[in-house]
């Protein structure tokens, strides 16, 4: 019988961590982090959602001549945000796993 009420305190103790995860997960929409390229000129802000929610482009590097160039910022500015958020996840989550690598937890 000791087994059984083991395997309900497991069972608890498992339910109990995927209530605080569904948590952080609602709280990490809220959080965001900034990427940025070309020295702050194209800045794109990513949620713990990994959702870009807004991108910012100085007037300066808006040239038709240098169309390559302001999408290599872009893309360069937002894998820097998404790369940001990872870490952000990975932190918040941490705290609940107490530093344990959990696979397919976290990005």
Known sequence: ??????????????????????????????????G???GGMVRVTV???F????????????NADEKEMLEDLILAATNDGVR?????VSSEMSKITGGLKIPGLMP
């Open 51 to 62: 959702n870009v929610t807004a991108v910012k482009i100085e007037t300066s590097v808006v």
């Open 36 to 38: 940025s390229a070309g």
């Open 1 to 34: 019988m000791a087994n059984i009420g083991a395997m309900g305190n497991l069972l608890k103790q498992a339910q109990d961590m995927q209530a605080r995860m569904a948590k952080i997960q609602e709280e990490l929409a809220n959080k965001t982090v900034e």
């Open 47 to 49: 949620n713990g959602q």
């Open 84 to 88: 940001k958020a990872r870490e952000l």
